[in-house]
C-alpha cells in the first residue's frame, strides 16, 4: 500500500470516528428533542372541604324597565319639560301639543251633549242622540288629554327625540321591556325614553347542556368587564323556555338581579356570570382530576403501601377543581393523580424545532435558534 493510500485510509477513518463522537455528543447534550418522559406518580389526600358547581355564562347589564313614551295625538309640539339625565316618577307631564283644535273639539261636544239633554231622553231616538253626544264628548276629552305625554313609569330620562315646534302625526306606540320579557336586547326608542338606572339586571345565556340545572334564587357573581375588581352578587330571576339558536349553538335566556349594583354601572356593559348551581359545605373531597367515570361508574386510584389500587367511590357535588365523596374513601387516603409529562428539552437553548442537527441541510434558521443548513 503506497504512502498516499494510506494516508487516505488514515484520514477516512478519522472522519468517521469524529462524525461518530459529534453525533454522540449531540444526542447526550440535546436529547432526543420533543420525547415526553412521564415523572413520579402524583398523589394527593382526600380532605374536609367546601364544594361547589358552578354555570359560567356571559352576558350583558340591562334595565329592568324601560319606556319609550310618545304621543298618540296629531298637532305641534310647544314645550318639552324634561331633558336627558333628568329623575321622573310615573304620570309625570314630559312635553305637550298645542292643544287648541282639541279644546275646541271638546267644548263643540259639550254643546251637543247639553243640547240633546235639553230636548229630553223620553224617547228611544232622544236617548240614543244623548248617548251618541256623550260618546263624542268622551272621545273629545281623551284627544285633548293626548296632547300632554307623561312618563309610563319610574325613572331616568334617557332620550329625548321631539323637539319644540316639530308636527307630530297620531298613532304613537309606546314599548317597554321588563325583567320579565326575554333575554334578547330591547333597542326602545320613541319621543321621549324613560329608563330604570337603579334596578339593574344582567340577561346572559347559558348552555343547552346546562340549563336544566338553573333555577329561581340560585345565587349567583357577576363580573362587570369594565369593573372587574368589584364582583357584584346576584340572583337567578328567570330562566326563558324557549332557546335561541345561532350557529348551530342552541343557548338559553337567563335574567339575574344585582343585590347592590356598584355605582357608575350602566345598561349595555359586558360582563360574565359564576351561577352556584349546587354546594356541599365541610364534605370529603378529591381533586376532580382524580375521579374517573366511565358508563355512570366512578372510581380513583388509591396508593397503598407504595403500590395504586383501584376502589369504586359514590360522588355527590362535582366542581371544577374538586369532588364531593359520599363513600368509597377515608380522610388522609391518598389519591393518585394523572401524571404530567415533562420534556427534556424545555430548559435547553440553541435547539431546533423538529430535531434536525444544526446546520445540516434546514435551508431556513429554525425558531429555536439552530443555524442555517448549506445542504452538503
Not at 359560567?56 to 324634561?82: K, L, N, R
Not at 389500587?309 to 363513600?327: L, P
Request: aromatic letters at 2%; zero cysteines; a neutral charge.
Amino acid at each position: 500500500m503506497t504512502r498516499r493510500r494510506r494516508s487516505l485510509v488514515i484520514n477516512g477513518l478519522l472522519v468517521v470516528v469524529l462524525l461518530g463522537a459529534g453525533v454522540a455528543g449531540y444526542l447526550v447534550f440535546f436529547g432526543s428533542s420533543g420525547n415526553a418522559q412521564p415523572t413520579a406518580a402524583r398523589t394527593a389526600a382526600a380532605a374536609t372541604r367546601d364544594v361547589s358547581e358552578v354555570v359560567t355564562a356571559s352576558g350583558t347589564v340591562q334595565s329592568s324597565f324601560s319606556a319609550a313614551a310618545s304621543f298618540s295625538a296629531s298637532g305641534t309640539v310647544t314645550e318639552i319639560d324634561v331633558k336627558v339625565g333628568d329623575t321622573v316618577t310615573k304620570g309625570q307631564q314630559l312635553a305637550k301639543l298645542d292643544p287648541t283644535q282639541a279644546q275646541l273639539q271638546v267644548d263643540i261636544a259639550q254643546g251637543n251633549v247639553d243640547a240633546a239633554l235639553a230636548k229630553g231622553t223620553g224617547t228611544t231616538a232622544l236617548l240614543t242622540a244623548y248617548r251618541q253626544a256623550q260618546l263624542a264628548l268622551q272621545q273629545a276629552e281623551d284627544t285633548l288629554a293626548a296632547t300632554t305625554l307623561t312618563a309610563p313609569g319610574d325613572g331616568t330620562i334617557t332620550s329625548v327625540t321631539g323637539s319644540v315646534g316639530q308636527k307630530v302625526a297620531s298613532g304613537g306606540t309606546s314599548s317597554n321591556s321588563s325583567s320579565s320579557s326575554t333575554s334578547s336586547t330591547t333597542t326602545t326608542s320613541g319621543f321621549v325614553v324613560v329608563t330604570d338606572l337603579k334596578n339593574l339586571v344582567l340577561k346572559a345565556n347559558v348552555s343547552e347542556s346546562d340549563v336544566s340545572k338553573l333555577k329561581g334564587d340560585q345565587a349567583a357573581t357577576v363580573t362587570v368587564n369594565a369593573m372587574q375588581s368589584t364582583p357584584v352578587q346576584a340572583k337567578v330571576a328567570q330562566v326563558d323556555l324557549t332557546p335561541t339558536t345561532a350557529n348551530n349553538v342552541v343557548q338559553y335566556g337567563v335574567t339575574l338581579t344585582l343585590t347592590q349594583p356598584p355605582a357608575g354601572l350602566r345598561p349595555g356593559q359586558s360582563a360574565s356570570v359564576e351561577i352556584t348551581v349546587a354546594g356541599a359545605t365541610g364534605v370529603l373531597a378529591v381533586p376532580a382530576a382524580a375521579v374517573q367515570t366511565v358508563n355512570g361508574a366512578s372510581s380513583v386510584q388509591v396508593m397503598e403501601n407504595g403500590a395504586e389500587t383501584r376502589k369504586t367511590v359514590e360522588v355527590g357535588v362535582r366542581g371544577d377543581q374538586y369532588v364531593e365523596i359520599k363513600s368509597g374513601l377515608s380522610a388522609g387516603d391518598e389519591v393518585v393523580l394523572p401524571p404530567v409529562t415533562t420534556s427534556t428539552n424545555q430548559n435547553r437553548t440553541g435547539q431546533q424545532q423538529g430535531g434536525n442537527f444544526p446546520g445540516t441541510g434546514g435551508g431556513q434558521r429554525t425558531n429555536g435558534g439552530g443555524f442555517t443548513g448549506t445542504g452538503r
